[in-house]
């Protein structure tokens, strides 16, 4: 392809817009716009690099005998009604009509698609393992549709189901698909982490999510420092326990004036934040709840879903009337005494003793408040967040914490579709069973994102060999200049003969400007045509840094073909 020719609309200015490297990087590098919140046009250079992770993707799927199919994005709304998802979705899920007033939604994701036409067709345990993928666009109306291809409402998603006669078949298919998402990532020269993960609103019992690691990464990681236990910071149990051997002393109620936020009263009261018990009221559903953990630590909203059997979307912090309502008093001063709301309790706070509490009216705390004795509640178990030198909770050992995004995610499902939506089989016996599924997605786009968030520097992306939209670009650094010129062109077709693909910047542009482009989006291998084309020599140059090298043209191949072997990729 020739620059002259080519649509790659860059950027100069950081656009205000976008906050993540990433996002910015790929404006700039004229490689997507925006077309309304969460939703892009992709322009040719995108393309190019979502086409080479599509590919790798298939290679890897095509190598563990995972077979293609394309789904339609818009569904029907029965199938999601038979396995409830119809509400569980929510608001994330897009809805439509058709002129005769049916349900649709634009598939968030496919299992009830996928299931469907294999309870169609598949009769017999001889049919059975079966592994089926698709690449496809997925709409979700995400809550906050952010940070460029990271979190869209449009996304591009591969998706493999996988189907099987037992548990144990679904377990040997999830070791595939976990080995060929290595392959995968690897490919792509992600840094990443395996780690276990939730089966959320997907059902089933193991999962584990693939993280790109970033440090302003949306998934927070948990792991152990001395066994391979890692978790996303939802899914990790929490290990923090509390030994109290204090007296259990008389309450006593404390004038607070304005003291409201854990802050406030640690400075107030002149004590640690271990002291407290934090009383946070929620609404989910049509019921108002309070939740009482230490307050030093932080709730995993998750582990509270699960206790109170409501989705996300149905959950939400009380606004300002409702805990008024419920308390009596201004925000900031609530506590267990008197509330008559359920009370979930994580199970810390029956330990501690001589604790710190709301009292319900504005401007009063009480102190030396212990459960049991002064307060109680529905003790539910482990309700907090994982933080950093917590004990792990497979070997003890210290934890520490991480960031990155989730690329991908493997779970195993169980009977939880074929259930809902009656797929079976006969078996070698002639009885009819349940198939036992499994269901394993990559975020394509994303993972387009998060290539280039770890492969940036402050003049513009870094591609690895593997996904670059072009393999070399040839800069013909004054095109006015016709021997530069001449043996630009030969390069370029030399070049591409030999397979490689091939930029040539021939636009009759300042050098500057075209070493700027070069630079922004990023291309791995880079040839300067410059003052010694006469004498047939070029410059060249990796993107991810190295020495300048000037060499005979004739030589040029052998320095290419080094850097394909350095960086794993053949030729
Ligand atoms: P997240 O926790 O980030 O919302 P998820 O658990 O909802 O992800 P899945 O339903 O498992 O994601 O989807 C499979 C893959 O699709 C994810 O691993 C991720 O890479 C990608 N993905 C999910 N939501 C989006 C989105 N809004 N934009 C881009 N990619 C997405
Ligand atoms: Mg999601």
Redesign the pocket.
Known sequence: MKMSKFYVPTLREVPAEAELISHQLLLRAGMIRKLVS?VYTYLPLSVRVLKKIETIVREEMDAIDSQECLMSALCPSELWKETGRWDDFGPEMFRLHDRHNREFCLG??HEEVFTNLIRHELKSYKQLPLSLYQIQT?F?D?KR?RFG???????????AYTFDKDEEGMKVAYQQMWEAYEKVFNRCGLNFKIVE??S???GGSDSH??IAMSEVG??QIAYCTSCDYAATDEKAACKYDIHSDETVQNMEKVSTPQVKTIDELVAFFNVSADTFVKTLIFKAKEDVVAVLIPGNRELNELKLFKHLGVQEHDFEIADEATVKEVTNAEVGFAGPIGLKIRILVDERVPKMRNVIIGANETDFHFKNANYGVDFQGEVVGDLLMIEASDACPKCGGKIEMDRG?????I?QLGTKYSKALNATFLDENGKEQLIVMG?H???????L??IIEQYNDENGIIWPLSVAPFHVIITVVNSKKEEQQALGEKLYHDLKAKGLEVLLDDRNERAGVKFKDAELIGIPIRINVGREAEENIVEVKMRRGGDVLNIKTDEIMSVIEKEFEFQNVSL
């Open positions: 969460g968030p994701t997925k979700r995400e549709p291809l990271m979190r869209g409402r449009e996304f591009t998603m591969k998706d993960g939730d959320g609103a997907m999510e693939f949306e998934t995004n989730e690329v991908g995610n779970f269901s997605g990559i975020g394509v786009s994303r993972t994102a998060a």
